[in-house]
């Protein structure tokens, strides 16, 4: 969350979804800790119930 540029608690609250990640905020963090991968959005943001169904 370091992208974010936010502090522990928004972090958290974001990780634990309490607090939506927004898609401006969903592209820093893929552009930032995954640049040399070729991941979408909506795979680095999928619930474990969407990655499941997938399979």
Do not use: H, V, W
Request: glycine share 2%.
């Amino acid at each position: 969350m370091m992208a974010l540029k936010c502090s522990e608690k928004t972090a958290r609250n974001k990780l634990d979804g309490k607090t939506p990640i927004t898609i401006p905020e969903a592209i820093k963090i893929r552009d930032n800790d995954f640049k040399d991968e070729k991941f979408s959005i909506d795979y680095l943001f999928a619930s474990d119930n969407q990655s499941a169904n997938s399979a």
